[in-house]
């Protein structure tokens, strides 16, 4: 069982950057995929990225290409999303989930555990 907290949303106004990080603890980190999610009020909750174990590969959702970038630190146990140029439609609640497997990466089904969510809200 692995255990994630997010951290690092916050109020930031359009074109502005945040951070998130995404702690593990638990089993190791290293054999898990990890993913950003997000959920708008109303909306389903959304894949936004991937990486796998060590960061071989990396995948986005077409809206926050160019802008977001997931990395990973094995050594720290920890996931990051880099958002840059924020828009107010990035605003959501943002979660981590982890996953042994690849399979399917882009549905939340495919991943067994996630984080509390953390708040990321853009104003124009």
């Known amino acids: 069982q692995v255990q994630l907290v997010e951290s690092g949303g916050g109020l930031v106004q359009a074109g502005g950057s945040l951070r998130l990080s995404c702690a593990a603890s638990?089993?190791?980190?290293?054999?898990?995929?990890m993913g950003w999610f997000r959920q708008a009020p109303g909306k389903e909750r959304e894949f936004v990225a991937a990486?796998?174990?060590?960061?071989?590969?990396?995948y986005y959702v077409d809206s926050v290409k160019g802008r977001f970038t997931i990395s990973r630190d094995n050594a720290k146990n920890t996931l990051y999303l880099q958002m840059n140029s924020l828009k107010p439609e990035d605003t959501a609640v943002y979660y981590c989930?982890?996953?042994?497997?690849?399979?399917?990466?882009?549905?939340?089904?495919?991943?067994?555990?996630w984080g509390q969510g953390t708040q990321v809200t853009v104003s124009s």
């Open positions: 990486i796998t174990w060590v960061g071989e590969r990396l």
């Open positions: 989930a982890a996953s042994m497997s690849q399979s399917s990466l882009f549905a939340t089904d495919g991943y067994a555990h």
């Open positions: 638990g089993r190791t980190f290293s054999r898990y995929v």
